[in-house]
């Protein structure tokens, strides 16, 4: 399974968008890239996940490069609430079995 | 739909003890998970099940059992608690869709082991 890398820490202003990136290089071509993410040590909640093409919800958009060796999570309006560590897993499509964290990036939301 | 619930929230045992953590699901997700977190760490898969009756290890299952009795149910177990099992337990379910597979989570289980 391809791993990811994130910074450990990002600060971001209120009201700003929030760009969160990852890399992973080893990804293969039947990974998604799947973002979640955690607050205040509550259980993990899914953002938004994407396979190849770029993905937007009601929270968030996806970025994916077009080798798909980076992708980026993009809070469009970071408020207070978006303070969370974040996390980019890649997981096979067909594989249920295969869902790893890493360590993950502590976004901070600045007032 | 309440989603994965798990019980209890917070539990303190003395080393050596046994317990059992629930976990239960009601969105008929065939796949469950039993997660622990470390301060500062990220989550690592303990155990996991593909189905009813099935259960298989994840990347650190020692000290731990666990059982699939009914599809809705994922039940964690330390028969002898040590204190290196202090942690956060976060149970999971997930199903297949069209575009991958979604993962959710419950809130926690904290345990001490003093």
């Known amino acids: 399974d391809a791993k990811t890398t994130q910074p450990p820490s990002m600060d971001c202003a209120e009201g700003r968008a929030a760009n969160l990136p990852c890399n992973h290089s080893t990804i293969s071509g039947n990974e998604y890239v799947y973002w979640y993410r955690q607050i205040h040590s509550q259980g993990p909640q899914y953002i938004i996940h994407?396979?190849?093409n770029n993905e937007t919800n009601e929270m968030a958009s996806l970025i994916i490069t077009e080798d798909r060796k980076s992708s980026t999570l993009i809070l469009p309006h970071a408020t207070l609430r978006d303070t969370a560590v974040y996390y980019c897993?890649?997981?096979?499509?067909?594989?249920?079995?295969?869902?790893?964290f890493g360590t993950g990036t502590s976004l901070t939301v600045i007032p | 739909n309440a989603g994965v619930t798990q019980t209890p929230k917070f539990r303190v045992l003395k080393t050596g003890q046994s317990m059992t953590l629930l976990c239960a699901q009601d969105m008929n997700h065939e796949y469950m998970y039993w997660y622990r977190q470390d301060p500062g760490m990220g989550l690592r898969l303990i155990h996991y099940?593909?189905?009813?009756?099935?259960?298989a290890k994840g990347e650190v299952p020692d000290g731990y059992n666990v059982s699939r009795l009914k599809k809705q149910n994922f039940l964690l177990g330390l028969e002898s608690a040590a204190p290196s099992q202090t942690s956060v337990y976060f149970c999971?379910?997930?199903?297949?869709?069209?575009?991958?597979?979604?993962?959710?989570f419950g809130s926690g289980t904290r345990l001490t082991v003093v």
């Open positions: 994407g396979l190849k």
């Open positions: 999971a379910s997930s199903y297949r869709q069209d575009r991958g597979r979604i993962w959710t």
């Open positions: 897993i890649v997981s096979p499509r067909d594989t249920g079995n295969q869902f790893y």
């Open positions: 099940s593909v189905g009813e009756g099935t259960t």
